[in-house]
Nanobody
């Protein structure tokens, strides 16, 4: 059974940092990514990374967030720095075993597997 398990969410003050983790099990993945969603809004891309560690970011994440991957552990991470209140959201891990394209800012429909999400709250 394929599973994605997120961890590392929590509450932090503006300007603070958090590190999210997503551990995959059951199979390996070609591409993995982080998405986020707030109530009443569509889920949006944060960052994605391939098996060969090629990464891409949404504009709102560039310069503040870093995605990384440990293939041996089938795990990705999202280091989030300089957090803002508008980063408050439920953060989801996504993974797909087959995608081999070079464009990485993918619609969520591309991903076959999703985690349950981990809440990130940024407030004073």
């Amino acid at each position: 059974q394929v599973q994605l398990m997120e961890s590392g969410g929590g509450s932090v003050q503006p300007g603070g940092s958090l590190r999210l983790s997503c551990a995959g099990s059951g199979r390996s993945f070609s591409i993995m990514g982080w998405y986020r969603q707030t109530p009443g809004k569509e889920r949006e891309l944060v960052a994605s990374i391939t098996r060969t560690n090629v990464a891409d970011y949404a504009e709102h994440a560039k310069g503040r967030f870093t995605i990384s991957r440990d293939n041996a552990k089938n795990t990705i991470y999202l280091q989030m720095n300089s957090l803002k209140p508008e980063d408050t959201a439920l953060y989801y891990c996504a993974a797909d075993p087959y995608y081999s394209g070079t464009y990485l800012r993918l619609d969520e429909e591309v991903y076959d597997y999703w985690g349950q999400g981990t809440q990130v709250t940024v407030s004073a």
